[in-house]
């Protein structure tokens, strides 16, 4: 079975501009993550969809938003981006994201805000 | 909301040396504690979890304890190779169905 995979793997972006990221997550897994990992900080949960339905927000602003298609593939969007947002950026699938389901994590997209 | 500490931030140890990671909760709810491993350049990967119902669990090198009364719960690394060099990061999850993760901890074994 193939892995969860994340599309682009690096991305260099300049402050006010926004970016979509992609995710595609294990066949048959319905639950889509999205994390922002930073120095020091660990991981902060962005949200979580689940059937194409937004089921979990974490304590992010509003520029930071997502969505799932029909597949399970997930992107998210950041708007009029900030230095701060520079980040690895994870998305984690699982079966229906119940509390023992296993997360399996794609390898990240290293975003930079110049 | 659910708050998840863990320490020590960097353990460094000597190869063949035991290793200790603690966390602790806050949520009396959470019930599923995973613990993950990141490799440098590498994503996360699940390496041993537990349930609340079970107070200790252990796979080869590696076991997890957990003391529900306390809400604390800690990963045992036992006879540490260079290969187990990594961050470690442990969760916690419960009602919300999402983990709340500890901020990590930077193993380094030397050889």
């Known amino acids: 079975k193939a892995g969860v995979t994340q599309t682009p793997r690096y991305l260099i972006k300049t402050r006010g501009q926004q970016v979509t990221l992609s995710c595609s997550p294990i066949?048959?897994?319905?639950?889509v993550s999205w994390y922002q990992q930073t120095p020091g900080q660990g991981l902060q949960f962005l949200f979580e969809y689940f059937s194409e339905t937004q089921r979990n927000k974490g304590n992010f602003p509003g520029r930071f938003s997502g969505r799932q298609f029909s597949n399970s593939r997930s992107e998210m969007n950041v708007s009029t981006l900030e230095l701060g947002d520079s980040a690895l950026y994870l998305c984690?699938?699982?079966?229906?994201?119940?509390?023992?389901?296993?997360?399996?994590f794609g390898p990240g997209t290293r975003l930079t805000v110049l | 909301g659910e708050n998840v500490e863990q320490h020590p931030s960097t353990l460094s140890v000597q190869e063949g040396d035991s290793a200790v990671i603690k966390c602790t909760y806050s949520?009396?709810?959470?019930?599923?504690f995973p613990w993950y491993k990141q490799e440098l350049g590498k994503r996360p990967q699940l390496i041993i979890d537990i349930r609340s119902n079970v107070g200790e669990k252990k796979d080869q090198r590696i076991a997890v304890t957990l003391n529900k009364t306390a809400k604390h719960f800690s990963l045992h690394i036992t006879e540490t190779q260079p290969e187990d060099s990594a961050v470690y990061f442990c969760a916690a999850k419960g009602g919300s169905y999402i983990p709340t993760f500890g901020r990590g901890t930077s193993l380094i074994v030397h050889p």
């Open positions: 066949s048959g897994h319905r639950s």
């Open positions: 949520d009396s709810a959470s019930n599923y």
């Open positions: 984690a699938s699982s079966l229906a994201g119940e509390v023992y389901n296993e997360q399996f």
